[in-house]
């Protein structure tokens, strides 16, 4: 649905935010997962339009079935687009209401009526009914991320970008957030960039890792876990030898658990005595990308 080629950008002082990343995204939630600086929001920014890319092609299947060519058929893609960015700031002495409605109106809804079963339907839908009367500025972290979603959702898109969504809410609030994409994407392509990486277990069938403007891995969250199966190990450690473990093996990750470190070790072998195998989850495949990475750049 969304093919992206060899996507280049560097900026002005030299950082190459976006090093050749090639991506094929189709219907449904695609979860682009990266630790900070990674490139996901430039990633996002350029395919919603808001900036340049030095080189490469990202391909839209418009509503009729034709491309779009996303770099430089700006304004039919606008039209098929909705983003809600990182820092998505509200008005907030206005209702919830009344901003949709504004939002609306700049999406081109000039039918009053027809404007009007919009906005009341994505309030529903958003679960912010009850409180559309309510100024912007009371709402929660969630009530606002999700008056978000309405505004993206305006003009029936067919691609949504949510830059960073789930930073700053609770889990529950972080729950119903998530829940409300994977309604969404069930019709139109969803692209969900985060750190966190539940937020792409728990409901993204197709993802990317990336860092450093490259695409680490790509594909359904299963196969990748699958992949590393039988090569991940565990061990309790003690916190003075933790950076001897560190120097001799790829640690990917250390948890306290009751005050003692745990280690996640990867290797094709058991390392040693006391290491145990672990069933892998999606962390663990994040972890070994970027070590591995970090490894072949070094
Ligand atoms: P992410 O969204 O994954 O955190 P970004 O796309 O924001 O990553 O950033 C990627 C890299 O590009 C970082 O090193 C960041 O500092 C740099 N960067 C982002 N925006 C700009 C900009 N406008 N000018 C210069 N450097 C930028």
């Not at 990202?58 to 430089?72: M, S, Y």
């Not at 916190?239 to 658990?257: G, M, P, Q």
């Amino acid at each position: 649905m969304l093919t992206i080629r060899d996507l280049t950008k560097t900026y002005a002082n030299g950082v190459r935010a976006l090093d050749g990343i090639s991506l094929d995204i189709p219907r449904g939630m695609f979860g682009l997962l990266g630790p900070n600086g990674a490139g996901k929001s430039s990633l996002m920014r350029t395919l919603a339009t808001l900036q340049e890319a030095d080189a490469g092609s990202a391909t839209l299947e418009g509503a009729d079935g034709r491309p779009i060519d996303v770099l430089r058929d700006k304004d039919t893609v606008r039209r098929q687009l909705g983003y809600l960015p990182q820092d998505f700031g509200v008005y907030p002495k206005v209702s919830a209401e009344d901003l949709l409605e504004h939002f609306a109106v700049l999406k081109g809804l000039t039918q009053r009526k027809q404007r009007r079963e919009v906005v009341d339907g994505l309030l529903h839908q958003v679960n912010l009914w009850a409180a559309r009367k309510q100024k912007l500025g009371t709402f929660s972290g969630g009530m606002r991320q999700r008056f978000g979603i309405a505004q993206a959702l305006l003009g029936d898109p067919r691609l949504v970008i949510v830059d960073e969504p789930t930073a700053g809410l609770d889990p529950e609030e972080r729950n119903r957030f998530l829940n409300l994409l994977a309604e969404i994407g069930e019709n139109v392509a969803v692209i969900l960039s985060t750190h966190i990486v539940e937020d792409v277990t728990d409901l993204c069938p197709t993802m990317a890792i990336v860092n450093k403007g490259k695409v680490l891995l790509t594909g359904e969250p299963n196969a990748a876990i699958a992949a590393v199966a039988n090569q991940v190990w565990r061990k309790q450690v003690t916190k003075a030898s933790l950076a001897s473990y560190e120097t001799r093996y790829i640690v990917l990750s250390t948890r306290l658990v009751a005050g003692q470190p745990v280690i996640h070790v990867f290797s094709q072998d058991r390392p040693e005595e006391g290491f145990e195998p672990v069933a892998p989850d999606l962390e663990d495949v994040y972890f070994e990308r970027l070590r591995h990475h970090s490894r072949v750049a070094a």
